[in-house]
């Protein structure tokens, strides 16, 4: 979804979201030079228009509003927010567009670094055995039918309890 929404389209009988699940309503978000719309449910979109909110506000609900104008007879369309805090905007179409589109980049972003950021684990086992058992770990871990069972791993833990009491 990282192209411009152009038009979102609600079914309010409902269907089966992303994830295969029957939902009451779907919202069918159609993008820039793309045919395939993408179809997310309430709780998505919850989730993209609390992360597209600038300064962070956590959204409650929204709804979409229509306005019908008696003289032209032509429908318009509003997006009403509502946050926690009960303080709730309303929205032209391209607005609310633009905040589901800003929450998510967000949302991307933060993925994107979580995944940059992650590293393994150093192995503490790695900082307190001898060299002559650093060495004996790797050998093992090279075997192809070398297990390190329970028995093993007791004995171990006894040996460094034993030289850590006895430094």
Same mark, same amino acid.
């Given at each position: 979804?990282?192209?411009?929404?152009?038009?979102?389209?609600?079914?309010?009988?409902?269907? +089966?979201?992303?994830?295969?699940?029957?939902?009451?309503?779907?919202?069918?978000?159609?993008?820039?030079?793309?045919?395939?719309?993408? +179809?997310?449910? *309430?709780?998505?979109?919850?989730?993209?228009?609390?992360?597209?909110?600038?300064?962070?506000?956590?959204?409650?609900?929204?709804?979409?509003?229509?306005?019908?104008?008696?003289?032209?007879?032509?429908?318009?369309?509003?997006?009403?927010?509502?946050?926690?805090?009960?303080?709730?905007?309303?929205? +032209?179409?391209?607005?609310?567009?633009?905040?589901?589109?800003?929450?998510? %980049?967000?949302?991307? #972003?933060?993925?994107? @670094?979580?995944?940059?950021?992650?590293? @393994?684990?150093?192995?503490?086992?790695? *900082?307190?055995?001898?060299?002559?058992?650093?060495?004996?770990?790797?050998?093992? %871990?090279?075997?192809?039918? *070398?297990?390190?069972?329970? #028995?093993?791993?007791?004995?171990?833990?006894?040996?460094?309890? *034993?030289?850590?009491?006895?430094?």
């Amino acid at each position: 979804m990282s192209k411009k929404i152009i038009k979102i389209e609600q079914i309010d009988k409902g269907g +089966l979201n992303e994830k295969g699940v029957q939902v009451d309503k779907l919202w069918n978000l159609f993008f820039e030079n793309e045919t395939d719309p993408r +179809l997310l449910d *309430y709780s998505q979109i919850l989730q993209y228009l609390t992360k597209g909110t600038s300064p962070p506000k956590s959204v409650y609900s929204f709804k979409r509003w229509e306005s019908t104008f008696k003289s032209t007879d032509r429908v318009h369309y509003w997006w009403c927010i509502v946050y926690d805090d009960k303080d709730h905007i309303l929205l +032209l179409p391209n607005k609310f567009y633009d905040l589901i589109f800003e929450g998510h %980049r967000k949302q991307e #972003e933060e993925e994107k @670094a979580a995944v940059i950021s992650h590293t @393994a684990p150093e192995n503490p086992v790695l *900082y307190i055995t001898s060299d002559s058992e650093k060495k004996e770990l790797e050998e093992g %871990r090279k075997h192809p039918n *070398y297990k390190l069972d329970e #028995e093993d791993m007791i004995n171990i833990i006894k040996r460094e309890e *034993y030289e850590v009491e006895n430094e």
